[in-house]
């Protein structure tokens, strides 16, 4: 059951193509955001399409394959852990945000597993 703590699988597209950024300690980190959908039918019979998107990041080989293969549009499976991180931005102001670490990933496009 441990692995099951904190797991998060997705299905979805790209809403851009990703970012990549490399760290000062020379880790590359590739930064990008995934829509998924979900489609049910209301009471009134109408269905209707909801989209959530949701933040993930990948470092290092997952990182090289996702700036290499993937592209805005792109659909993946993921599957990772939540992150929560708390930064000040430039007004000073506390923020928070959660992001998805990817350990795996599936891509639709023949690439195959990762």
Do not use: C
């Not at 797991?7 to 998924?36: C, D, H, W, Y």
């Not at 049910?40 to 996702?66: C, F, M, R, S």
């Not at 990772?80 to 496009?109: A, C, P």
């Amino acid at each position: 059951m441990y692995s099951l703590r904190n797991k998060v699988q997705l299905i979805g597209n790209l809403g851009k193509s990703p970012e990549v950024r490399n760290t000062e300690k020379g880790k590359k980190l590739v930064k990008f955001s995934m829509a998924t959908n979900e489609v049910y039918t209301n009471p009134n019979g109408e269905k209707v399409k909801e989209t959530q998107w949701h933040n993930l990041t990948a470092w290092g080989k997952l990182a090289d394959i996702a700036e290499k293969y993937l592209n805005k549009g792109s659909e993946v499976a993921i599957e990772g852990k939540l992150i929560n991180r708390e930064y000040t931005d430039k007004e000073g102001n506390k923020r928070w945000s959660t992001e998805i670490q990817i350990n795996e990933m599936v891509m639709f496009n023949g690439k195959g597993t990762v």
